[in-house]
């Protein structure tokens, strides 16, 4: 049982409609969905729709659906409301912007006027294994700017991490964990050049909007933790507990890919699967930590 009441646990599931429901998602929701419950709390569905390219209407009803045939309901979400509407990302972006501002009028942004191939070029390698890469800092304040202002780029904005801080979390499944700013990751985007917010600081703003009191996701996400919580002090609000589950694998260790459509939900659902085979192997597991 977890150590939550009713009054304090806000747990969350989080589904981004740019294709239809993968198993190894649908676990993670699964997991989140029983902590809430457990804790004799309340779940939040949020649609984190903020990829304008790959983002669909049709997934969104698509994981809804999905979602309610394994049997996970939720308190509050876009098709029912609540009191932290509204619950699509996409009809949040003034609250990311407000959060923007903050962080630039406080020291803590500066736009980058790199290019993807740039950052490649001179990026340091990553610590962690398959952690995107370390950039180098070229637009930095203190390193001077580099001259892509001049040719009329728009920039993006990263948040400027204090170089040589640990940052420190006790994990809900993987217990403590430490990460280094600035060599376990380095500045990282927050709004992208095509004035969208990027996945890092959306996230922190609607999980303390919202009341999120435990994130759950998965293992692949450990380092994100460790920027989101710079970001969380930066904006003076308290990070939530974080709960990260291991990555659903093939009989070789190997993950399973989320693009793979064999294994969305929808097609276990046509091919006759039950909700209980699914959820019978995963309490097999012991995810619960």
Known sequence: MIAASAKTYHGRIAPSPTGLLHLGHARTFWIAWQRARQAGGQI??????????????????????????????????????????????????????????????SGHAYPCYCSRKEVQLSSRAPHAEDEEAIYAGTCRPALGMSNAKAEGRKPCWRFRVPDGEAVRFVDGHFGPKEYVAGRDFGDFVIWRPDDVPAYQLAVVVDDALMGVTEVVRGVDLLVSTARQILLF????????????????TDEHGV????????LSLRTLREQGREPRELISAWQREKLMG
Request: charged share 30%; with cysteine; glycine share 6%.
């Open 44 to 105: 939040i569905l949020r649609n984190e729709d903020l990829d304008p390219q790959r983002s669909k209407v049709e997934f969104v009803q698509a994981f809804m659906e999905d979602l309610r045939w394994l049997g996970l309901g939720w308190d509050e979400g876009p098709d029912i409301g609540g009191p932290h509407a509204p619950y699509n990302q996409s009809e949040r972006t003034h609250l990311y912007r407000d959060a923007l501002q903050r962080l630039i009028a």
């Open 233 to 248: 002090r930066a904006l003076s609000w308290e990070p939530p507990a974080f709960f990260h589950c291991p990555l659903l």
């Open 255 to 262: 993950r399973l890919a989320k693009r793979n459509d064999a």
